[in-house]
C-alpha cells in the first residue's frame, strides 16, 4: 500500500480454512488503513464474513455461483477469471462486474492457462461492456499497450512478488 496499490486481491487457495480467514483479516484490515480495495479469491462466504470489498470467482464459474456472490455481497465487486474472449462474454452475461483477461504476456507465475493472447484479445474483450483488467505476465513496460488496448486496469502478480522493493515498480506501474 505504501507503494501505491489501492486494490488488493487476496488470492491464497491452498491455506486451510481458520488460518486463511485470519490472514486475510489482517490484508483486508492494512489495505483499509491505506485507502485501498481489498477483494477475496474464490469464497464469497468468507468474503461476506471479513466485509470484504469483493470475491475475485475462478474461471469457469456458474451462473448460480455468480448470483450467490450477489447475493452475499449485494454492494460487492464481483470478479471472474477469464482466458478468452468467449469467457468475458460470458462473465458479462451472467453478470460480473469485471474480469480478469489473462495470460495476456507469457507467465512464469502461470504456464498452465495457455499460450499469451496478447494486446488484441483485450481489445476484443473490451468491446463487450465489462470492465477488463489485464493479468498476466504484465510488467511496467507492457502496461502501457494494455491501456491502449483498452484494458481498464491491470493485475501484477510475479512482478512485484519478485522484487526484494516492490514501490519502484508500483510506481511505475501506477504511471502508466
Request: net charge positive; hydrophobic share 45%; with cysteine.
Amino acid at each position: 500500500m505504501a507503494g501505491g496499490a489501492r486494490w488488493v486481491w487476496f488470492r491464497e487457495r491452498d491455506m486451510v480454512p481458520e488460518p486463511r480467514a485470519i490472514l486475510a483479516r489482517a490484508v483486508l484490515e492494512r489495505v483499509r488503513a491505506g485507502g485501498g480495495t481489498f477483494t477475496l479469491g474464490g469464497d464469497a462466504t468468507l468474503a461476506a464474513r471479513l466485509g470484504a470489498d469483493g470475491v475475485h470467482l475462478p474461471g469457469g464459474t456458474t451462473p448460480d455461483t455468480i448470483l450467490e456472490a450477489r447475493r452475499l455481497l449485494p454492494q460487492g465487486h464481483i470478479g471472474v477469471s477469464a482466458h478468452s474472449v468467449a469467457e468475458v462474454a460470458a462473465a458479462a452475461g451472467h453478470g460480473a462486474d469485471y474480469v480478469t483477461l489473462s495470460p495476456i504476456f507469457a507467465t512464469a507465475s502461470k504456464p498452465g492457462y495457455g499460450p499469451a493472447l496478447g494486446p488484441a484479445a483485450l481489445t476484443a474483450a473490451c468491446v463487450l461492456g465489462l470492465p477488463v483488467l489485464a493479468l498476466g505476465g504484465i510488467t511496467p513496460e507492457r502496461a502501457r499497450p494494455c491501456r491502449e488496448a483498452g484494458a481498464a486496469g491491470i493485475a501484477v502478480m510475479g512482478d512485484l512478488m519478485r522484487s526484494p522493493d516492490p514501490a519502484p515498480t508500483l510506481q511505475a506501474l501506477r504511471s502508466v
